[in-house]
Every structure is written in C-alpha cells, then in structure tokens.
C-alpha cells in the first residue's frame, strides 16, 4: 500500500493510504514469527507489518531496531539487558521464545564421548550459531552452576558456527559439543550417536528466554500502535498454545507457501510448541533479572546499574493490563485447560 510518510526521528512513522502505522522488521528464513501469525489471522487492527529482510541473530535484530532501521526486534534477554547497558533506549514489551516442554536448545555430544560432565569440558570447543547472545550465556551459567571458576570457564571455547553446519562439524570432530534446537535438533536425534549434556530448560525449566524490543520515542510517540501490535502478537502466542500441533503446523507451511521468499519449508515441520511458556507472552521481572545478575556476577555490569523493572512493560499486553483473563484463549474467552 502507499505510504504515505517516511519513517525518522523522534519516533515518527510511516503510515498506509488507510492509516496503519508500518512496521518494518526482519523475518527468519524457514520460519514463521508470532506476528507474522498475527497478521495472517487477522489480529491486527492499526499496524502492519514491512519485512525487511532476514536476520542472522537476535543481537543484530535488536541492534536494528535501537538504530532505527526497524521498528522492533526480538532476541535473547541477556543481550537486551547488554543493550540497555550500553545506553540504547529500547523497552522489551513481549515475551518472544522460551524453553516449554515441547521446545528447548540441547548441547550436544557424541554417544561415545568421554565429556560427561562441565569439568570434561575444560579447553573443549562448543559450537554456537552467534556469541553474545543465548547460547553463550547459556553454556557460560551451566559451567558456572556445575562449580567451574571464572577461569577454567574462560578455556572453554564458543566457536561460531551456522546452524545448518553444526551437526556435521560435531560428526567430524571440529567442535566437542554442538548447539541444537529445532529441526537441527530434531533430524540429528534421528541421525543418532548423540546424546545432550544438557539443555536449556535443565537451567531454568519452564522459562522465558527472550522479548520483542522497541525504541522508547516509538513508543512515546505511537502508544495505540505499539498496543496494536502487542495485543496481536500475544494473541497469536496463544492461539499456538491453545491449538493442536497439527493445526499451528498447517497454517504455518501455508504463510510460508503464501509469502513467497524462496525458502524451505522443512524446520516448520518439526515445530513442537510455542516455546513460550507463559499464556500470552506476559514478561516475568526475573527473566531479565536473572541476566542483570548475571553480568554484575561477570564483572560486565556495576552493581545496581540497571534494574529489571525499568527494562520492561506489561501495559500493553491484554492477558496482564485485565482486558482478557490471564489464561484466557486468543479471543478473550475463558479456557477450561491447556492443550
């Protein structure tokens, strides 16, 4: 549709020829984003929604939209809080992955290794999509509860590795522990010969990883649009935690045949959950705290410089602000029980 102004500073945004405001953000080659399902059910009402282009990771998807290239991103709580530390001025206003009985990231080794425990893993390469962001942290706060000092965490190599790699190098011997979620997670469990050392949701069980982020003038100066976009995206959330497998699954390949980027539709096949443990992708205080407490532990942050409370809002999401019941279904209606 034709815009009809360009987006600048100071929180100003590009409008449709019918006055939605346009959000631009990138997408995830091979996947579906929770508000790219809210658009496709309809659930937004004053926004739409500008892909961009892909991201490689979510530290680089926020970055985006603190710089303004993009009006919201989504990564990895520890790297919003690292972000916030820096000075961005960026909010998180919705819960976007977590770790669910069905979803989770496993760390993986091969069935005949002799690395049995975080002590094994001393000088040892684990292989990761990007540092910076879940990964790292993740393996960092194993090593960390496992009784291993600052020191002997720092002989642990995090070496980069694409996703679609991470498996084979494993297999090969180039990393000791491979990185795996979803499809890759998945076909290599299939594969055999591998076995976790352990997995994310072993930290923290059910648990929010990470937040969709926008900039504080955006928000300031388009409160019904970040509203709009909120209460969609959550809906959407829920409509995946209320619907069978089969049904999210379904609707998922048919956005992806139907938006025509020239990917594979393969990683949706093996989609399990949400992810997002909470009905509605309500942000919990201590699923940022824990990052804050985690880098003044590190030394990357001061003691008190930054408080979980001011990162985050729950205002404009609809199972928090009491415009439907906290675990009520998409459309507000009272839910007998989870599916």
Request: net charge negative; aromatic share 10%.
């Amino acid at each position: 549709m034709l815009l009809l102004c360009a987006c600048g500073a100071g929180g100003e945004a590009a409008r449709t020829a019918d006055g939605r405001t346009v959000l631009r953000y990138q997408g995830w080659s091979g996947d579906v984003l929770f508000h790219e399902l809210a658009a496709d059910l309809g659930y937004f009402e004053q926004v739409q929604l500008e892909w961009v282009g892909d991201t490689t990771s979510g530290p680089q998807d926020i970055q985006s939209a603190a710089t303004g290239q993009t009006e919201f991103g989504s990564a990895f709580n520890g790297a919003v809080v690292k972000l916030n530390a820096a000075g961005a001025p960026i909010t998180s206003v919705l819960s976007s992955y977590g770790a669910d009985e069905g979803d989770f990231t496993g760390y993986y080794v091969l069935e005949d290794s002799p690395i049995r425990s975080a002590r094994d893993l001393i000088g040892k390469k684990v292989g990761m999509n990007t540092l910076g962001a879940h990964h790292e942290f993740l393996t960092r706060e194993w090593l960390a509860q496992q009784g291993l000092t600052p020191a002997e965490i720092k002989t642990v190599q995090l070496t980069v590795v694409p996703p679609v790699n991470t498996e084979q190098a494993l297999r090969e011997g180039q990393i000791d522990v491979a990185t795996l979620g979803s499809i890759q997670r998945e076909v290599a469990i299939e594969r055999g010969g591998i076995r976790a050392l352990f997995t994310d949701r072993d930290l923290f069980g059910a648990f929010s990883y990470g937040t969709y982020v926008m900039r504080d003038d955006f928000i300031a100066a388009n409160p019904e649009a970040v509203r709009d976009f909120v209460q969609g995206t959550a809906r959407a959330i829920r409509w995946t935690q209320t619907r069978p497998r089969e049904e999210v699954v379904a609707r998922f390949l048919d956005i992806i045949h139907k938006r025509g980027r020239t990917e594979s539709d393969q990683a949706i096949k093996y989609w399990r959950s949400s992810g997002v443990p909470v009905p509605g992708a309500v942000i919990a205080e201590r699923e940022l705290q824990t990052w804050i407490d985690w880098l003044v532990r590190n030394g990357e942050l001061d003691e008190g410089q930054l408080a979980a409370r001011d990162l985050y809002t729950n205002e404009y999401n609809p199972y928090a602000n009491g415009t439907y019941p906290a675990d009520g279904g998409p459309d507000g209606q009272a839910l007998a029980g989870e599916k």
